[in-house]
């Protein structure tokens, strides 16, 4: 057999194999929350001859697992079918009070086409309240604080054309507080039933609407938010976050897109320059990463340090969490400065986690300022299932992360910390095909020699 026949056979064997590597590198994932949704559900309670309309609830609620509505809150938009207006609200108010010239004696509380409402602020009279609100529009996560992934208000609708023909408002929109919300039109439901008399006696609704309001980043139209990097104990190199993840820097000397290291360091930032884009000037210039670093690989388990950091000068991020996709979840886990769960997904069940800060001691995630930037960090220990735990072909690392329900930029595979070439263990497939291959060429060598 000629040595150039045996040259094409081994690039072949060898493309096959990088080939079939590949397939295991390249996992793709489904969203891991795939029903997660803000639902609005506008109740009609009771006609009101008074001002000629009715008197109505609205409930808006969290479905998400991990995204939650920060501040400046949730902005509610509709346009009414009619000639409606809002004559009293209790547990939000409409940012604008519109045209009511034409009512003399008594005027509503607003007189726009398409009111935009908002919730109130946590020092709202009680007069003013309901159950649920006043949290400046803040909604929590539903698998972190469910109590309060839920908002109320009431409102008196009135001037409607006849008694008793309340029609569905049109238009819905939901902003949260920026875009990238799509709502469905609202649509007829089942009239929501209400306990009353403690539980005793049972009411219900006139009429029920409801609308769904999926969240997309593409409709956002905005750039990523988040990078992940990653380290480990057997590395010394740190796979950092991508060039550019989130954008790169401005090639204009007077551009304000971020600050350098060292030119504020020892005074204060601008004044009045400082702006919620406005981010540490960095190669991936994210205003968040997230570094994974594995610290310690014992006999049944494992541990890893899981460290957030803020680069943005212009923003604290309240109410933060971070979901890490890994198959190591399936596992007993322990976070030490983080509260944590695992989620209930139904791609890839057991194998999601939420963090998230403890209140008072790491809840808030504060930004940077000239001295230094704002960072939390916990350690997790995961057990170790080991007919499936390796170190090796960035097993260890997570699959996907989202920060606050973005989607956060991962390194590429081929650049994750790797093993010592003389670490212990078995031989992947592709370097057992590889010493077989030098063996065989071995042998025919030697054959050819005696020959």
Not at 51 to 67: C, F, H, L, P, S
Request: glycine letters at 6%; one cysteine or more.
């Amino acid at each position: 057999m000629s040595r150039p026949y045996l040259q094409i056979l081994f690039f072949q064997e060898l493309l096959l194999l990088l080939l079939l590597e590949s397939c295991y590198i390249a996992d793709c994932y489904d969203p891991l929350d795939p029903n997660g949704n803000i639902t609005i559900t506008y109740d009609i309670i009771s006609w009101t001859t008074e001002t000629d309309g009715y008197w109505a609830k609205v409930t808006i609620e969290n479905y998400y697992q991990y995204r939650h509505v920060e501040k400046p809150g949730w902005k509610l938009g509709f346009d009414w079918a009619e000639n409606e207006v809002i004559w009293s609200m209790t547990g939000a108010l409409a940012t604008q009070s519109g045209n009511c010239s034409a009512f003399k004696y008594r005027v509503p509380h607003c007189c726009q086409r398409s009111p935009e409402i908002i919730d109130l602020m946590p020092d709202a009279a009680r007069i003013n309240r309901s159950e649920n609100c006043c949290r400046n529009g803040v909604l929590a996560a539903r698998d972190i604080d469910p109590k309060n992934a839920i908002s109320i208000f009431y409102m008196t609708v009135g001037n409607l054309p006849s008694l008793w023909t309340g029609k569905t408002p049109k238009n819905v929109t939901f902003m949260a507080p920026g875009p990238g919300y799509t709502c469905s039109p609202f649509a007829d439901y089942s009239p929501t039933i209400f306990p009353s008399v403690g539980g005793r006696r049972e009411t219900q609704a006139i009429r029920t609407w409801k609308s769904t309001c999926t969240y997309s980043q593409f409709i956002a139209n905005k750039a990523p938010t988040c990078c992940v990097s990653l380290s480990s104990f057997y590395d010394s190199n740190v796979t950092p976050c991508p060039r550019c993840s989130c954008g790169c820097q401005a090639q204009e000397r007077t551009s304000l897109s971020c600050i350098g290291d060292t030119k504020f360091r020892g005074s204060s930032l601008p004044v009045g320059e400082v702006e919620e884009g406005l981010v540490r000037c960095t190669s991936h210039m994210c205003p968040v990463r997230v570094h994974w670093h594995v610290k310690n690989n014992y006999m049944y388990h494992w541990r890893v340090k899981l460290t957030v950091t803020n680069y943005n000068y212009a923003a604290n991020y309240s109410k933060w969490n971070i979901m890490v996709q890994h198959p190591g979840f399936s596992q007993a886990t322990t976070a030490f400065s983080f509260n944590s769960t695992t989620l209930d997904t139904t791609t890839s069940p057991n194998e999601a986690a939420l963090f998230w800060g403890l209140e008072y001691v790491n809840g808030e995630l504060l930004q940077a300022d000239n001295t230094g930037f704002g960072s939390v960090t916990s350690e997790i220990l995961l057990h170790k299932d080991r007919k499936s735990f390796s170190l090796r072909n960035g097993w260890a690392f997570p699959r996907r992360v989202y920060f606050n329900g973005e989607d956060c930029i991962m390194p590429l595979p081929d650049v994750y910390p790797m093993l010592p070439n003389g670490s212990c263990g078995p031989l992947t497939s592709l370097q057992n095909h590889l010493v077989l291959l030098f063996m065989l060429l071995v042998l025919l060598h030697n054959f050819h020699l005696e020959q």
